[in-house]
C-alpha cells in the first residue's frame, strides 16, 4: 500500500477553479491506477474520475464521471508521485470531501472496494 495526502481543497465561488493534488509515499506511484471520489454530507461516496494504468507500459486512461467531464482534468506526475485533479466551472453541487485513492494494476471497475489505500479527504465548498 501507498500513504495518500490530499492538498488544494478550499472554498471558492460558482464558476472557480481549484487544482487537487494526491502526493503518494511508501513506493512508487507508477504501477497504481489513482482515483479521486466525494462525499457530500447525508451522501455515499461517489467515483469523479481515475488513472488508470494499462498494465503493460507507462500509459494511462482518464476516466470521469459524466457529471463532470468537460469540467475537471486528471492527471499525474510519476516523478513526483502526484495526481492531480484540475477543476474548472465548479458548481454548488460539487461541495464535497474529495478523496483521493490508489489501487495497485490496472483495475477492473472504479468503485471503491476497487482502490486498497485512501487519502484523509480534503474539502471543497463552492458557494458564493
Known amino acids: 500500500q501507498v500513504h495518500l495526502v490530499e492538498s488544494g481543497g478550499g472554498l471558492v465561488q460558482p464558476g472557480g477553479s481549484l487544482r487537487l493534488s494526491c502526493t503518494a509515499s511508501?513506493?512508487?506511484?507508477?504501477?497504481?491506477?489513482v482515483g479521486w471520489f466525494r462525499q457530500a454530507p447525508g451522501k455515499e461516496r461517489e467515483f469523479v474520475a481515475a488513472s488508470r494504468w494499462s498494465g503493460i507500459t507507462i500509459y494511462y486512461t482518464a476516466y470521469y464521471t459524466d457529471s463532470v467531464k468537460g469540467r475537471f482534468t486528471i492527471s499525474r506526475d510519476n516523478a513526483v508521485n502526484t495526481v492531480y485533479l484540475q477543476m474548472n466551472s465548479l458548481k454548488a453541487e460539487d461541495t464535497a470531501v474529495y478523496y483521493c485513492?490508489?489501487?495497485?494494476?490496472?483495475?477492473?471497475?472504479?468503485?471503491?472496494?476497487?482502490?486498497?489505500?485512501w487519502g484523509q479527504g480534503t474539502q471543497v465548498t463552492v458557494s458564493s
Open positions: 485513492a490508489a489501487g495497485l494494476g490496472p483495475i477492473t471497475s472504479v468503485v471503491p472496494a476497487e482502490f486498497a489505500s
Open positions: 511508501g513506493r512508487s506511484f507508477s504501477g497504481y491506477t
